[in-house]
């Protein structure tokens, strides 16, 4: 058995902000580095094996936090980076509609079809995140021994991600809320899984969520 354990990072001040981040370097604001800290000290699991990230640092961080409370090893994974917004990096949803009026609208109503300027589909960024998954597991199998291993990436690739392994279209992906450091986890045994545990913020011993970040 291998326990995936999916967390999104922190909060960023573009997150604060409304800007949509894509793989843009954003950091992890105060505010973010104390959901990563508090997410370490009440991991919902007593032991992992190793941690795997995305390369931009708002998720690295996250990873290392968790990863230097278990002490075990981070390895970076740019299939695990998220969406590319292309023209739209940086700019606030307001902002976006007044250029591209139709495809920031196509965006949240058929996220599976929509075409952003000089950016990713999200087609795309699922399949890039299905192979990192694939290689993350088969690197993770040990016969006659259980692994948990923990993965650190973003809202709108863990959204890509969570559809493919719920066998849910593209199209809903919306249906499925990412908190900042929220942890997802899923066990497979072999070619059969149980989803255990999805959009999970108990860790920040919040009584209300703040509304979040989508990127």
Sequence with gaps: ?????????G????????????QANTELSLEGIMQAQKLAENFPVEHIDAVYSSPLDRAFITGKTIADKFHVP???DKRLCEINFGAWEGLTYDEIHAKWPNEIEMLFSRPDEVVIPKGEQF???QERAKSALKDILAENTVENQDRVVVITAHGGILRALLSYILHMPLRYIWALRQDNTA???ISFF??????ELINSTAHLGLVKQSKPGRF
Aim: proline share 0%; no cysteine.
């Design 123 to 125: 087609i795309q960024v």
């Design 74 to 76: 981070i390895k970076a």
């Design 190 to 195: 072999g070619e059969k899984y149980n989803i």
């Design 183 to 185: 942890v997802n986890i």
């Design 11 to 22: 909060k960023t001040l573009w997150n604060s902000s409304g800007r949509f981040q894509g």
């Design 1 to 9: 058995m291998i326990k995936v354990i999916l967390v999104r990072h």
